[in-house]
């Protein structure tokens, strides 16, 4: 049934040399849409990173969805006329982040590319460039910032088709998200994403927190699956780095402290008859969905106890001298007796 | 906190030659229980099985759980004499299964072992199988019948100081589970199990279901955590083989029919208007936790009735000619008119 969403998680194995944060083999969490051209199903997915890491980072870490259009960085290559220098200048700009200005010109210029080309490119780049705008005022990178900067675009650009087309789409995507509101994350246009020389071939997105490699990233492409012999099929899709986030959260404490709700009942044992009692109540509570566990040794009352509190469990089930049953909450001091399994799980369940 | 229970899934890599269902990497299920030498340890994993199995079965398959003791092994090797050659008989006796009686047999003289003690191990092995009981009468594998099997074993056995403690571990195993009661497992008990002759010291594990290799297995391991430095720490555990489970339900044709919950609302695409008026409420119902998604182009509703037919979508949302809003079942026939977001949702969760 087309169009076809995909939701899976799965390990995935990467063939490049790897580096820090760039693990052999990782997990990531995808999700595609196969059959539609549609620009809703960029909107949808951007709106979907936003509900993920708002609920992750808790408001509590900065992150930035970075956009952009392969069909933009064709105009930028077109309005230049370097077209067959396309993936040389593609693979310069996508360094601008770590060369920064001087760099990414020095690079074009040894690819032959006359000097006034250079700084035409470097013009555009420029001109749409955050960096600056978003440590002066975080607020700015948003959706409707994003809408001002393309309209700042130079002309040459929106004169060739493939610069033109690219604008557009991305028009109608900043305005569907400005639209909408987005809960917690700063959205950027980006002219200087390419996202490596993949298979991408329309919008292009790009999810990073300070200090870590990006933790999301995607986009459309266009027949892809005519690799695999199914032809003109267009698809987009975003992958979640899942060690990377889990990394992002590790660093930045954002893990909730454990809660100790592995095991919920312990019944204790002092004695052979405490094991013949409790252990068919322990699978009688466990197909009830209570998590319950007896303590496997025969031990000292107080050891139990120790036990009990490490694990944070909240309830322990014991024998008095008398061998009469009860139930006494980790937390409180009161020793509610019971005499069926029934009265147990009212008194836990309360 | 010691004893540690440890349950995780998770992939690992087999060493060995991959074959029809062993494969290179594969997910495990695993269960482990580290730092308590009580065999109320081995019940628990073996319930735990039975658990399992009974769910993911649905009581539609036939499925044995062996159990046998390296100890009891150890001393049927002992009592005719022949501890040196311990790793080559029960690698002899594992085969049992594949080559049979004669193979078992001719292995054994093979290794220099006396004619008369190859009849005594083979006796013993005899003594204990099940194979042709169980195809007359399945019933009798069960804790009831392992007890007395246990008990009708050589006395020769007995008269070893492993064999005598391995008889008695498991005789306090089949005990618990003979009071206990089991869901739906044959229990059985194979004095050829042998599980390799990897790390086991104790109790061994192994489940089955015909036509397919063992499908969980594990026993318990004294002082494996002492080849990582953390001495004299016993522990016990099984791992479900989740790809061959998997092959295992497919091939019974036990997976559930996809019943299509994955989304619940379609909201319906005739026009810009449509996408205007919709696009706000597909993110809402998300955030309030209700499945939904937009047919992305603005298509023929006879195609959106039809998508959402294939995919099991229980309501549409749409708008009639004068632009008025109306959900419908796509079971039924009525079309409901709501004018809010929270009135939708209303009659969603009827």
């Given at each position: 049934?087309?169009?076809?969403?995909?939701?899976?998680?799965q390990?995935?194995?990467?063939?490049?040399?790897?580096?820090?944060?760039?693990?052999?083999?990782?997990?990531?969490?995808?999700?595609?849409?196969?059959?539609?051209?549609?620009?809703?199903?960029?909107?949808?997915?951007?709106?979907?990173i936003?509900?993920?890491?708002?609920?992750?980072?808790?408001?509590?870490?900065?992150?930035?969805?970075?956009?952009?259009?392969?069909?933009?960085?064709?105009g930028?290559?077109?309005?230049?006329?370097e077209?067959?220098?396309?993936?040389?200048?593609?693979?310069?700009?996508?360094?601008?982040?770590?060369?920064?200005?001087?760099?990414?010109s020095?690079?074009?210029?040894?690819?032959?590319?006359?000097?006034?080309?250079?700084?035409?490119?470097?013009?555009?780049?420029?001109?749409?460039?955050?960096?600056?705008?978003?440590?002066?005022?975080?607020?700015e990178?948003?959706?409707?910032?994003?809408?001002?900067?393309?309209?700042?675009?130079?002309?040459?650009?929106?004169?060739?088709?493939n610069?033109?087309?690219?604008?557009?789409?991305?028009?109608?995507?900043?305005?569907?998200?400005?639209?909408?509101?987005?809960?917690?994350?700063?959205?950027?246009?980006?002219?200087?994403?390419?996202?490596?020389?993949g298979?991408?071939t329309?919008?292009?997105?790009?999810?990073?927190?300070?200090?870590?490699?990006?933790?999301?990233?995607?986009g459309?492409?266009?027949?892809l699956?005519?690799?695999?012999?199914?032809?003109?099929?267009?698809?987009?899709?975003?992958?979640?780095?899942?060690?990377?986030?889990?990394?992002?959260?590790?660093?930045?404490?954002?893990?909730?402290?454990?809660?100790?709700?592995?095991?919920?009942?312990?019944?204790?044992?002092?004695?052979?008859?405490?094991?013949?009692?409790?252990?068919?109540?322990?699978?009688?509570?466990?197909?009830?969905?209570?998590?319950?566990?007896?303590?496997?040794?025969?031990?000292?009352?107080?050891?139990?106890l120790?036990?009990?509190?490490?694990?944070?469990?909240?309830?322990?089930?014991?024998?008095?001298?008398?061998?009469?049953?009860?139930?006494?909450?980790?937390?409180?001091?009161?020793?509610?007796?019971?005499?069926s399994?029934?009265?147990?799980?009212?008194?836990?369940?309360?």
């Amino acid at each position: 049934t087309f169009p076809f969403r995909r939701f899976q998680i799965q390990p995935v194995w990467r063939a490049d040399r790897p580096q820090k944060g760039r693990y052999r083999e990782f997990y990531q969490c995808d999700a595609d849409i196969i059959g539609s051209d549609s620009l809703l199903n960029e909107v949808d997915l951007i709106k979907i990173i936003d509900d993920v890491f708002t609920e992750l980072f808790q408001g509590k870490l900065k992150y930035t969805i970075s956009i952009n259009n392969r069909k933009i960085l064709q105009g930028i290559v077109e309005s230049v006329g370097e077209t067959d220098k396309f993936e040389q200048i593609v693979v310069a700009i996508d360094k601008f982040d770590k060369i920064s200005y001087e760099g990414v010109s020095n690079e074009l210029i040894n690819c032959d590319i006359p000097k006034l080309s250079v700084e035409q490119i470097l013009d555009v780049v420029f001109s749409v460039d955050w960096r600056r705008e978003i440590s002066k005022e975080i607020k700015e990178a948003d959706a409707h910032g994003c809408l001002q900067q393309l309209a700042n675009l130079p002309e040459s650009i929106g004169n060739t088709i493939n610069g033109r087309t690219g604008i557009e789409e991305l028009e109608f995507v900043f305005e569907k998200l400005k639209e909408l509101g987005i809960k917690t994350a700063n959205i950027k246009f980006d002219a200087t994403l390419a996202r490596g020389l993949g298979y991408y071939t329309g919008t292009i997105i790009e999810v990073k927190v300070d200090n870590f490699p990006s933790i999301c990233g995607g986009g459309r492409y266009d027949d892809l699956t005519g690799k695999f012999g199914l032809k003109d099929v267009s698809g987009v899709g975003i992958s979640f780095g899942a060690d990377r986030i889990y990394d992002v959260l590790l660093d930045n404490k954002l893990y909730p402290e454990f809660k100790g709700d592995s095991t919920q009942v312990l019944f204790t044992n002092q004695s052979a008859a405490d094991e013949e009692k409790f252990l068919p109540m322990l699978f009688e509570l466990r197909d009830k969905g209570i998590n319950a566990e007896l303590y496997t040794e025969q031990a000292k009352w107080q050891k139990q106890l120790i036990f009990a509190e490490k694990k944070r469990i909240k309830f322990i089930v014991s024998t008095n001298e008398n061998g009469d049953l009860f139930v006494k909450e980790m937390d409180g001091t009161e020793k509610k007796p019971f005499s069926s399994i029934d009265e147990l799980i009212t008194i836990i369940r309360k």
